[in-house]
């Protein structure tokens, strides 16, 4: 008789490549004889084979017992956490008093190339209220990418350590030799530690968001979306933003003015490359991945690939989100700085735009 074993974990190898999620293979123990091959002709008893598997899976949840939702102060968009940071700086209720609702809405929501550039030289305090709500969006974008990111190093630690049991049998079998299985085992450990890595990011990412926004006597954690906003389709013309830094200019003493420049230049351009990093990730790279995998589960269902091929693909899967979230977290993180710059703010650094857990890069000064 055919292993419970190899029959979940060949469906739930399945289910992780067709809908991209974590692949999640039972702790049980399976006699040492059985290999993928015998996984493959236990599903093959099935009338349509791993076409009825996927069904099977999608209409019957998993029965182990689910991660328990996120609990804590809710943020659903960074315009939540920029008016939790104003509440905590109570010198900005006058100068957000002043500002009036519509111009203080449209600083929340991101929106800072609707402000009137001379508001700058107007109203007291403005550069602390844009400091406060610039650092308070980057902080929420930081924490919910990773967040996102630590899931999807779930995944491919899920698939190293479902191919490093494979591994293992196939050694007990005698298919395989042990020079083999430490290729495999060497990769189960670097899983091992980006996921401990992305642990650590996204505790650290949480920590610096709940400082910023006073909330770390009284929470441990807040609860956010689970994936970050898409990047706009197109992004904002280069001719409009320079209009726009000329008339912020025009507004600043003349030390202030060239130091502008100097800002707006490398805002720009980071504000650029990261929507076109953003963009190929997510329409060239991730499209061709989504097709591969596609393909190698319909290869795999057909005998045609072994389950270290569909393997192998779920890690590609994986890894190949992880790289867009960075770059979406980069052209949030981009945006931010570039409508800071535009209202005369001074950012301390810009995204290296390296994708992942990458530090930003030092600002022009």
Do not use: C
Not at 5 to 22: I, S, W
Not at 189 to 209: C, F, G, I, P, T
Not at 229 to 253: F, G, I, M, N, Y
Not at 329 to 355: E, M, Y
């Amino acid at each position: 008789m055919n292993s419970p074993f190899h029959v979940r974990a060949t469906r739930r190898l399945l289910v992780a490549a067709a809908l991209a999620g974590p692949l999640a293979l039972s702790a049980q123990t399976a006699p040492p004889e059985l290999d993928w091959r015998q996984a493959n002709e236990a599903v093959g008893t099935l009338k349509r084979g791993h076409a009825d598997v996927l069904k099977w899976e999608q209409a019957n949840p998993s029965a182990e017992p689910a991660q328990p939702a996120a609990t804590g102060w809710a943020l659903p968009t960074p315009e939540h956490a920029v008016r939790q940071a104003w509440r905590l700086h109570r010198d900005l209720a006058s100068p957000l008093a002043r500002l009036g609702n519509q111009n203080g809405q449209w600083i929340a929501s991101g929106r800072w190339t609707e402000l009137d550039p001379g508001l700058q030289r107007r109203i007291d305090d403005m550069d602390e209220l844009l400091e406060v709500a610039a650092e308070a969006r980057k902080a929420w974008f930081q924490a919910v990418a990773a967040q996102q990111i630590l899931k999807h190093q779930r995944d491919l630690l899920d698939a190293a350590q479902a191919a490093s049991e494979l591994g293992q049998r196939m050694v007990s079998v005698g298919n395989w030799s042990r020079l083999q299985q430490s290729r495999v085992q060497l990769a189960t450990s670097a899983a091992r530690m980006d996921h401990r890595r992305a642990q650590y990011a996204a505790v650290q990412a949480q920590a610096k968001l709940l400082t910023l926004l006073g909330l770390s006597g009284e929470h441990d954690a807040v609860a956010l979306p689970d994936r970050l906003p898409d990047p706009p389709a197109q992004a904002l013309e280069a001719s409009d933003l320079r209009q726009r830094a000329a008339a912020v200019q025009a507004q600043l003493p003349a030390a202030e003015r060239m130091r502008n420049r100097a800002l707006t230049s490398v805002a720009l351009g980071a504000y650029q490359a990261s929507h076109a990093l953003a963009q190929a990730s997510r329409d060239d790279v991730l499209k061709e991945r989504t097709f591969i995998t596609e393909e190698t589960v319909l290869h795999y269902n057909g005998m045609l690939k072994s389950v270290w091929d569909l393997l192998d693909e779920v890690r590609n899967q994986a890894q190949a989100t992880i790289d867009a979230i960075g770059a979406q977290r980069d052209f949030w993180i981009a945006d931010t700085d570039l409508q800071w710059v535009l209202q005369g703010g001074s950012p301390d650094s810009f995204v290296s735009l390296g994708g992942g857990a990458e530090a930003p890069a030092a600002a022009a000064h």
